[in-house]
């Protein structure tokens, strides 16, 4: 009897349920071997997007180098929930200086790893938001001019949330923070304002820029290891929604950082030495205010009136990304 | 070596010699010529292995030092004024983590007014930080100290700062032994940390402490601190022993036997007191000097010890404290617990001449002093400012 | 102890004459301390540095109030700094300059030991560039004695290279000539 070929068409592929992908495109996060670089016990809140963006960014990280890594952490969320002395949920060689200062502790370890002639060992820094875009950025741009070997990871949940929700140069327009209250003609944070901080990574012509979100997590673990497979200056910028500091549910994280995507006000693309080089297209188009909806820090932009005028302001906002990324070019 | 040469130059090679690993710099008069000449070194290969960067700004680069330092590297800066205030986070930081860096502070005034001459206003505002203090009396004494920084910081897993009046000292050509590798390496082991960023054998440094531990923590460091008193004075023999001269180490009296009047000072005012005191010696004023090495920690005892059968003491400070006055002068007299003099002097390179400091040891002998003096203040001026001020009014 | 103060302008090498002459003593075995009078590095702005020599260690670090002898490398600051401020009686001024003593408008009640040296023109033809630092340790050298013009040779060569380092020796010689040349024709006369 002849052998028929059969075509089994979930093997290769990402569908669910398929036990068929090879080893090395399954998700780390499956692996039972895996660092599990943040381990469980951690303070964090519930549905913490931070959390769950460092979690598969070092343990990807320690995959790929075989564990040989060394994480400095900026003050923030993720530093304070996870080192409450004498506990840490750290499984990994980990630093935590200042608030600012991330990306110069980090060039600094790289400089003694290099003079110690360790080549092996690879350094990530990782901080908010705050620590990234306002008062990390001197120190930040200093260690990508200098091109020293450090992956910069930015955990952007868009304000500085673990001092109580303020504004930071990373709080999008309309967002409502303690100190961008609603309140009066325009409530929220302002439009006109904020630091575009992937696109200052590539005006540094960098060897490797990319953003990412907790909504696609192969796709985040993807782009940690092809950072971690270069030397040099890298910058990595990963949507992480924070259920308290933008109001929503939270076993809603995933959901609203895809939304984000797919409204297109976060595109999800990748850059090389200052030119973006790939971008993730939007799968399923949807109207900013669907995405602005779901969170209470939007919520004054549908009641008591419904605020149309900033609605607007916020779609050319995301139909702008559309262009310039090219968002909705076929696949 | 026996060398003519700059003191920048002199401390650049002693460092060079102590085999820095991480060197992050940033440019501020008048501490230039220290990194540049570091840069030289090591871009032609005299200094290897050893990382060169050039920081974005002194923060940066107290930053780029604690990350070095806690991944095992040997690190050294150097800053002055501005600069030094611009780390303060850091410096903060560096002595809380336990990490034994070293930097040579140039030292300058602090702006406003911008300026860029010496006084010692940066190097105290910073007192209470953590870091060991030790101020230089001159060239030779710089570089000296700088090999036993290395040590004692590595030692007690404590930052150490050295202290060197900027332009008097840094930009003075004087005679200098340099340190010479074959002394140095008889002196300085091989860094070994107390703990270390190691994947192989990880750990979590920098973790939140609260109310429950943060005293303790303190207390311990504060002790650490302490320990100081007694290694400097052992350091400071065995490194002497090993260079062939004596190396001042906590406190340096200058006859002082039979003082009947004592001047305290730190830094290149030193040097130009004793010629002040030579003179009025011989003008039959008993006039010594006690020289503090180690600022901090403070040497309680043995200022105590030297001041103990001296009955006037006047303390020169090269810096002031804004609406209080006198800065060692708190120090002194929680050792004496008797009346001094504060003379508050050279602020912001306004020169202090061996003629005035004779001057303020007359003044002193016939008791004439004012419990708060400024030498060569121009009481012209400060009287035509104040009438116009005045007169807005 | 012999205190020195050299005026001049920045970018004539003021600074670098005044450790040169700290090395020529050092290499005579002799004590020297040599420093600038400091300010932001400014081309074109009045200078001035100072050396000290003794057979003793030097311990005082105050500038010098009361110069034995004062080198003036730019006559165009004579009028501008009080360059004689302090100047012993018999001190020695050694002046940079092509022009006589009146038309300076130096008193020679100033001192005795005046002496006029056209350094710039001794650099131009020896160096190649107006930097009259060498030429005037030569003719300072010549005129006080203080050191041997061997030594300041050996400074210079210690400071620069070979073929910068031989063009200002020339220059130096070159005043050291001109300066003993009119001593000798001073004590004949």
């Known amino acids: 009897m002849s052998v028929q070929p059969v075509k089994f068409y979930q093997v290769g592929s990402w569908a669910a349920g398929n036990r068929l992908l090879r080893p090395e495109d399954r998700s780390v996060q499956a692996d039972p071997q895996r660092a599990n670089s943040l381990t469980s016990g951690h303070r964090a809140c519930q549905g913490c997007g931070e959390a769950l963006g460092a979690r598969y960014v070092l343990d990807t990280a320690s995959r790929v180098t075989g564990g040989r890594i060394v994480a400095v952490n900026a003050t923030g969320c993720l530093e304070v929930f996870s080192t409450p002395y004498p506990e840490s949920a750290w499984r990994l060689a980990w630093l935590h200086s200042l608030f600012g200062n991330a990306a110069a502790v980090a060039s600094g370890v790289a400089a003694a790893l290099r003079v110690r002639g360790d080549r092996d060992t690879r350094v990530i820094a990782q901080a908010g938001d705050g620590g990234t875009v306002d008062i990390g950025l001197g120190c930040l741009s200093g260690m990508f001019e200098r091109g020293d070997d450090v992956l910069f990871v930015c955990y952007d949940n868009e304000a500085y949330m673990n001092t109580g929700v303020q504004r930071s140069a990373a709080t999008p327009p309309a967002a409502r923070t303690t100190t961008t209250p609603v309140v009066g003609a325009v409530p929220g944070n302002r439009f006109g304002q904020g630091k575009d901080v992937p696109r200052i990574a590539m005006a540094h012509r960098i060897p490797y820029v990319a953003t990412a979100t907790v909504a696609d997590l192969r796709d985040l673990e993807a782009k940690v290891a092809k950072a971690i497979g270069l030397r040099g200056a890298r910058y990595l910028h990963v949507l992480v929604p924070c259920p308290l500091g933008w109001g929503t549910a939270s076993g809603d994280t995933i959901r609203i950082a895809r939304l984000a995507t797919q409204c297109g006000l976060f595109p999800v693309y990748e850059a090389e030495d200052g030119t973006v080089t790939a971008t993730t297209p939007i799968r399923r188009q949807v109207p900013v205010e669907e995405y602005l909806k779901a969170q209470a820090r939007y919520a004054h932009l549908f009641a008591p009136e419904p605020r149309r005028d900033l609605i607007d302001a916020i779609q050319a906002m995301a139909d702008h990304n559309i262009d310039e990324y090219k968002l909705l070019d076929g696949e | 070596m026996l060398r003519q040469i700059e003191g920048s130059r002199a401390v650049a090679e002693a460092v060079a010699a102590c085999r820095p690993q991480v060197i992050p710099a940033y440019p501020i008069s008048p501490q230039t010529h220290i990194v540049e000449a570091l840069a030289e070194l090591v871009s032609a290969g005299s200094l290897a292995p050893c990382e060169f960067l050039t920081a974005e700004s002194e923060f940066g680069a107290m930053s780029v030092a604690i990350g070095a330092s806690a991944a095992g590297a040997r690190a050294y800066t150097a800053t002055a004024s501005q600069g030094l205030l611009f780390m303060v986070e850091a410096l903060y930081n560096a002595s809380g983590l336990g990490l034994p860096i070293v930097m040579t502070v140039a030292n300058r005034a602090i702006g406003a007014p911008i300026n860029i001459w010496n006084d010692q206003s940066d190097a105290m505002s910073q007192r209470d930080c953590g870091w060991i203090q030790l101020y230089a009396r001159d060239n030779q004494h710089a570089a000296d100290l700088h090999v036993l920084a290395f040590r004692l910081a590595e030692q007690l897993s404590l930052p150490v700062m050295v202290c060197m009046d900027g332009f008097v000292l840094t930009h003075a050509v004087e005679r200098v032994d340099v340190p010479d590798q074959s002394t140095v390496d008889a002196f300085l082991p091989p860094f070994a940390p107390r703990q270390v960023l190691d994947p192989g054998d990880p750990v979590s440094i920098g973790a939140m402490v609260g109310p429950e531990a943060f005293t303790e923590v303190r207390y311990l460091a504060h002790l650490r601190n302490l320990d100081a008193l007694e290694r400097i004075p052992a350091l400071a023999k065995e490194y002497g022993a090993l260079a062939g001269r004596e190396v001042p180490g906590l406190v340096t009296p200058y006859r002082m036997v039979d003082a009947d009047i004592a001047v305290v000072a730190l830094g290149s005012v030193l040097g130009t007191l004793a010629d002040a005191v030579d003179s009025v010696r011989a003008d039959g004023i008993r006039a010594g000097v006690l020289g503090i090495t180690a600022y901090r920690p403070f040497p309680f005892e043995q200022v105590r010890q030297a001041l103990r059968k001296v009955r006037r003491v006047v303390v020169l400070e090269r810096a002031f404290a804004v609406g209080v006055g006198g800065i060692v002068s708190a120090d002194v007299y929680s050792a004496i617990r008797t009346p001094l003099w504060t003379v508050v002097a050279g602020l912001c390179g306004r020169p202090v001449t061996a003629g005035s400091l004779r001057g303020m040891l007359r003044e002193a002998t016939t008791d004439r002093l004012k419990p708060l003096t400024f030498l060569d203040l121009d009481h012209d001026r400060v009287r035509r400012e104040l009438r116009a001020v005045g007169g807005a009014r | ?189």
């Open chain 3, 1 to 189: 102890m012999f205190q020195v103060r050299i005026h001049g302008r920045g970018g004539q090498g003021v600074v670098t004459a005044a450790e040169l002459l700290a090395v020529a003593a050092f290499a005579e075995d002799r004590y020297a301390q040599a420093f600038p009078s400091f300010g932001s590095e400014r081309t074109g702005a009045p200078v001035a540095a100072f050396c000290r020599i003794d057979d003793h260690p030097i311990r005082t670090h105050e500038p010098i109030a009361a110069p034995d002898a004062v080198v003036v490398a730019d006559p165009s600051v004579l009028h501008q700094v009080d360059v004689l401020h302090g100047l012993r009686p018999d001190g020695y001024l050694l002046v940079n300059t092509g022009r006589s003593a009146a038309e300076l408008a130096i008193s020679g009640a100033v001192t005795a030991r005046l002496c006029l040296v056209p350094a710039t023109d001794l650099a131009r033809e020896h160096v190649g560039k107006p930097l009259p630092n060498a030429a005037l340790l030569g003719a300072f050298a010549a005129l006080t004695g203080l050191v041997r013009l061997d030594s300041v040779e050996a400074a210079i060569r210690q400071r620069f290279s070979r073929p910068v380092a031989e063009r200002n020796i020339a220059a130096a010689r070159a005043a050291f000539d001109i300066v003993h040349a009119a001593q000798r024709e001073a004590s004949n006369a």
